[in-house]
Each structure stands twice: as structure tokens, then as C-alpha cells.
């Protein structure tokens, strides 16, 4: 998956936080739902301009994140 296809970050769009493509919808939002235990497709019904894929690029996105940095 090409993450440049599902999230974007832009200054004028939310401080230039990532995003998911097409929306205000920060990744870190989705990042968050998920890890409260909100379900996919609970995240849809909230969001419903986002896709299951742009989920798995929310996650995505996160892991690439991760692998340059140490987190402690």
C-alpha cells in the first residue's frame, strides 16, 4: 500500500497533522479509536467518508513512524 495514496499532510489542513487523503480527519484519531477498542466498523459509522483501507493505512502510517523513531 502507498501510504502517499491514503494519508497526506498538509499546512493548511489541521496544523499539517496527518491526515486521512480527502478529509480533517486526523490518523491520530483513528489511532486512538482503535486503541480504545472501537471497531472498524464502528470508526466507518463515525467517519463515514473513510474507508476500511484507510484504516490499514492509519496503522500503516504508525508503524513506519515507529520503525524511525525510539519510543519509550
Known amino acids: 500500500m ?3 495514496e491514503r494519508i497526506t499532510a498538509d499546512p ?4 499539517g ?6 478529509t480533517r480527519i486526523p ?5 486512538g ?7 472498524e466498523e464502528e470508526i466507518i459509522k463515525s467517519y463515514p467518508s473513510i474507508t476500511p483501507d484507510d ?3 492509519a496503522i500503516s ?6 520503525k524511525e523513531r525510539e519510543v519509550v
Open 2 to 4: 502507498r501510504l502517499a
Open 12 to 15: 493548511e489542513v489541521m496544523h
Open 17 to 22: 497533522r496527518a491526515c486521512i487523503k480527502g
Open 27 to 31: 490518523v491520530s484519531v483513528i489511532l
Open 33 to 39: 479509536n482503535l486503541a480504545d477498542g472501537v471497531t
Open 55 to 57: 484504516i490499514r493505512a
Open 61 to 66: 502510517y504508525a508503524s513506519q513512524i515507529l
